[in-house]
C-alpha cells in the first residue's frame, strides 16, 4: 500500500442517542468502557480520505528549540454539551479510547501496577488533573489523583513553580497523560513541565523525572538535529535502567533529535484500521503528505547502538518500534486548555506515551540494561508493519515499510508485553 493509500480519513462523531454524521463524515468511535472495543469493520473500512487536521505547536524557531508532535483534528464535532464531564455511553467521544488500543496491541486490560510513568513536555497546563479526571472517568479508569497517590505534577526542579501556560502544549500534555492512563491505567504518573521548549529545560526535566523515581519517560517533542546533541545524550538521556520513548516526528522522512538519540527508544507513527482479520486491526506507515507523516532516517551525528543491525545507515537509525499516529485514525483526548473538551488527537506524540505505557505493562527494565534494546531480542513478538512509505530514500527501507525492520515503523509495533520485557 503507498503512502497515499493511508492518508486522509475522514471520521464521525457519536450523537447523543442516536448515530449522526457530521459534515457527511465517517465515524471512528471510541467505546464506553476501557474493556469494549467500539469500531465495527464496516466504520473502519468507510474511513477514508480528507481528514483535517493542525499542529498544536508551532515549528521550532531557533537551534536547540523543540516542538511538540501533537496534531488536532479539525474536521470532527465532538458532544461538547458533556464537555465538563464524562459524556453518556450514547454520546462516546470520537476518537479511539482504552479499548481500542488494548485491543489493537494485545495488552492487559489493568496494566501498569506499581510502576511510575513520566510525561515530560515544555510549558504549563494549568487544567492538567482535571482534564485527566474527565478521561479517566469516561472510559472507566480508576482515579488518578494527587490526593490518592497517583499523579503528581512538578517543575523541571522538582517544586511548583510552574512556566507559563501555553495552549499548544497543555493539549500535548492532555494527549500524552490520556495515552499513558489508556495504556497503563494502574500506573502512577508524573508530568514534568519544563520552564522552555529549548533542549536544556526539556533534559533538565527528563533528569528530575528519573531522579524522581520513574523508570519511564515519554517525551512528544522533536527539533533538527544538531552536532551538539551528544552533549545532551551524555547529559540527559543516558539512563540505564530506565525506559526512555520519544516520538520519531511529524514532518515524513528525516531524522530528528532527540528520537535519534542512541540511549531511547525511537516510536514511528502508524494508520490503525480495524479490519476482519484475525487480529482485528491492520497498520501501515503513517503518512499524509510530502511534509506530514511519521518521521524516520539516518541520523547525521548519533553512533548506532550496538543492538541496531541494519546495514544501510552507519548511524543511528529512526524507528524502533512504532504505535498509531495518524490523526486520521486518531484518539480521543480531553482538553479544555485552550480547547473545548473532546477532540481527535494524531502524530507520533501519541505513539510515544503508548510505547511507554507499554514498557510499564511489562515491568522495570532491568537495572543496567537500555530498553530499547528488548524489541530487538523479541522481533517475533511485534507486529510487522509491511506496508505504506513517508517519502523518497535510499536504501529504501530507510522510508518504506516491508517485511522485518524498516524506517517509518522500525520493528513494528507491540503485539502483547513481550517485546518489551527486561530479559
Not at 230 to 236: E, R
Not at 288 to 301: R, V, W
Amino acid at each position: 500500500m503507498g503512502k497515499g493509500s493511508v492518508s486522509h480519513r475522514k471520521t464521525t462523531a457519536i450523537g447523543i442517542a442516536v448515530v449522526a454524521l457530521i459534515g457527511g463524515a465517517a465515524a471512528i468511535a471510541a467505546p464506553a468502557t476501557a474493556s469494549s472495543v467500539a469500531t465495527p469493520p464496516a466504520a473502519a473500512s468507510a474511513a477514508a480520505h480528507h481528514a483535517h487536521s493542525r499542529h498544536l505547536c508551532g515549528a521550532p524557531k531557533h537551534a536547540r528549540m523543540m516542538s511538540c508532535l501533537a496534531e488536532v483534528r479539525t474536521d470532527v464535532t465532538q458532544p461538547h454539551a458533556f464537555a465538563a464531564h464524562a459524556v453518556s455511553a450514547a454520546a462516546t467521544p470520537s476518537g479511539y479510547g482504552p479499548g481500542d488500543l488494548v485491543s489493537a496491541y494485545n495488552l492487559p486490560a489493568d496494566g501498569g501496577a506499581g510502576q511510575t510513568v513520566a510525561i515530560v513536555d515544555a510549558q504549563d497546563d494549568p487544567n492538567a488533573e482535571a482534564d485527566l479526571a474527565t478521561y479517566r472517568s469516561q472510559y472507566g479508569l480508576p482515579a488518578c489523583t494527587t490526593d490518592n497517590g497517583c499523579f503528581k505534577k512538578v517543575d523541571e526542579n522538582g517544586g511548583t513553580n510552574y512556566p507559563s501556560a501555553d495552549s499548544g502544549w497543555a493539549g500535548e500534555i492532555s494527549l500524552d497523560l490520556d495515552m499513558v492512563s489508556a495504556i497503563a491505567p494502574k500506573a502512577n504518573i508524573i508530568l514534568v513541565e519544563a520552564d522552555s521548549a529549548n533542549m536544556t529545560d526539556l533534559g533538565t526535566a527528563v533528569n528530575q523525572a528519573v531522579s524522581l523515581g520513574a523508570k519511564f519517560v515519554s517525551n512528544s517533542y522533536g527539533g533538527s538535529e544538531d552536532p551538539s546533541d551528544l552533549n545532551a545524550d551524555s547529559s540527559y538521556f543516558n539512563h540505564p535502567g530506565v525506559a526512555i520513548t520519544v516520538s520519531a516526528g511529524d514532518s515524513a522522512y528525516g531524522a530528528e533529535y532527540p528520537a535519534s538519540s542512541q540511549y531511547v527508544t525511537s516510536v514511528g507513527g502508524t494508520s490503525l484500521t480495524k479490519d476482519s482479520s484475525s487480529r482485528g486491526w491492520s497498520e501501515s506507515v503513517w503518512s499524509t503528505s510530502s511534509t506530514e507523516g511519521t518521521g524516520s532516517g539516518c541520523s547525521a551525528d548519533e553512533p548506532k547502538p550496538s543492538w541496531q543491525t541494519d546495514t544501510g545507515c552507519a548511524n543511528r537509525t529512526v524507528s524502533d518500534v512504532s504505535a498509531v499516529a495518524d490523526p486520521a485514525t486518531g484518539v480521543a483526548v480531553y482538553d479544555t486548555y485552550g480547547a473545548s473538551g473532546w477532540q481527535v488527537y494524531g502524530g507520533t506524540s501519541a505513539a510515544s506515551p503508548i510505547i511507554a505505557g507499554v514498557y510499564a505493562d511489562a515491568g522495570a527494565p532491568g537495572a543496567n540494561d537500555y530498553p530499547a534494546q528488548y524489541p530487538y531480542q523479541h522481533t517475533d513478538a511485534l507486529n510487522d508493519v509491511t506496508s505504506g512509505s513517508n517519502g523518497s530514500c535510499d536504501p529504501t527501507y530507510l522510508c518504506t515499510a516491508g517485511p522485518g525492520y524498516d524506517g517509518p515503523t522500525g520493528l513494528g509495533t507491540p503485539n502483547g508485553l513481550t517485546a518489551f520485557t527486561a530479559g
